[in-house]
């Protein structure tokens, strides 16, 4: 548990700088850009969305658990997997890019030119999900921030420079390619300092296994994944479709509020994740995860509270009066984000039980019903039916959807938290101890 507790801290320290340096580039990037250039940056990023599961093929999941498990073997599933995303990043962006040549303007193909770039580096950087999986989280933190600090303060400079939308597209490129290349030089030194490098080219035989395992054990994961990314992005796209950019930059800025502080809870389930996947006692494991949900829900009501009750002033204080309509959705778009978060831990716990099958007939259902309330409630509520499209699409994934998993394993987890309570009292009280008599 301590291990869990430290490790835990890093990471949400380093999701936490994450958020503050979000809402702080927020507050001038947004309002130079204004909602149109907003809401074009936000719909091409939303696009690449798009093909990235079939790219990664739900290797962050199975990736994270094999190492966690068995690190010697999820070391040479990483290598393999390398190999297999470049293939495949270059297949669907050869399709990506002939689409956008016939259906965007010049301009906007350019910036997707340059997002495409960054994501290919944030593909390639498996490095990152290594030290989250081994519970190193402190190194990304440093190298995380560090980039940020850089980060924000290219976009500063560029926005008190007036430059273009597609040099806030090449910041974002950067801000992928930096952390990947410094993980990568980190990670092979610690690797040749511990005697265990690994070959960086596997056997033929054991790539073509490796590379049949992703496929096999991926592809429903891909499937999920891409259901996941259509009700989570759909309502932008469909927000360009019938209302115009403006309002998906209007609509993106509630969710850049609404999804900043999630990366703390995020961060916390990373951390008990990789603990829960190597739990060999199962009455155990379920402990955990109801603690994990009791914590969530502990971290997340009092922003909730905030969100509804001052709206108005958070989106005043940050992108001010052009980005006023946004305050309309801010509480429902903070709802819908935990319910991702609850709803991240359940994926989570169904792909433990090899639950690969039902994600991947689940998330195409929510994905459709997402695309339906989308095209009846957009034209019926603009942005806000675009919200509450996504809220209602999260809360049946999570409370109906979810309880047809093996009896309603995951949703009596979710309903049991209050009773780890006692348990967590006493785990934090043992950890404190043992804190006290480590520094006498």
Known sequence: ?????????????????????????????????????????????????????????????????????????????????????????????????????????????????????????????????????????????????????????????????????????????????????????????????????????????????????????GFPLAISSLAIVIYTRIDQIMLAKFMGYHAVGIYSAALAISGGWVLVPMALITSFMSTIASERDARRAGDRVRMLYMITLALCAPVIVALGFFSKDIIQLIYGDAFMDSASILLICGLTSLCSVLGTISYRIILMHSGYRFVALKMPVIALLNIGLNYHFIPLFGIKGAALSTLLSEVISLLVLNAMFKKGLVTYQLFSAYKSIPKFIIEVQNYVKSTRQASL
């Open 1 to 217: 548990m301590r291990a869990i507790i430290y490790n835990s801290l890093w990471i949400i320290l380093e999701k936490f700088c994450f958020a503050g340096a979000g809402i702080i580039s927020a507050m001038y990037i947004a309002r130079y850009l204004g909602p149109e250039n907003f809401g074009t940056l936000s719909y091409l990023v939303s696009i690449i969305a798009l093909i990235l599961p079939f790219i990664q093929l739900g290797s962050d999941n199975v990736l994270f658990n094999r190492i966690a498990k068995k690190p010697h073997s999820g070391m040479n599933l990483m290598i393999a997997s390398l190999r297999l995303k470049l293939m495949l990043f270059i297949i669907f962006s050869i399709g990506l890019i002939t689409w956008a040549c016939y259906f965007l303007p010049l301009e906007h193909t350019e910036i997707l030119l340059v997002l495409l770039a960054g994501t290919f580096f944030t593909l390639r950087d498996i490095y990152k999900l290594y030290y989250d999986a081994t519970l190193a989280s402190k190194v990304n933190l440093v190298i995380n921030n560090s980039v940020l600090v850089l980060f924000v303060a290219t976009n500063l400079m560029f926005a008190w420079l007036q430059l273009s939308l597609i040099w806030f597209a090449f910041s974002l490129a950067v801000r992928s390619i930096i952390p990947y290349m410094v993980r990568k030089i980190l990670f092979s030194r610690e690797q040749r300092a511990k005697g265990m490098r690994h070959k960086r080219r596997l056997k033929a035989k054991y790539s073509t296994f490796y590379n049949i395992y992703l496929l096999k054990v």
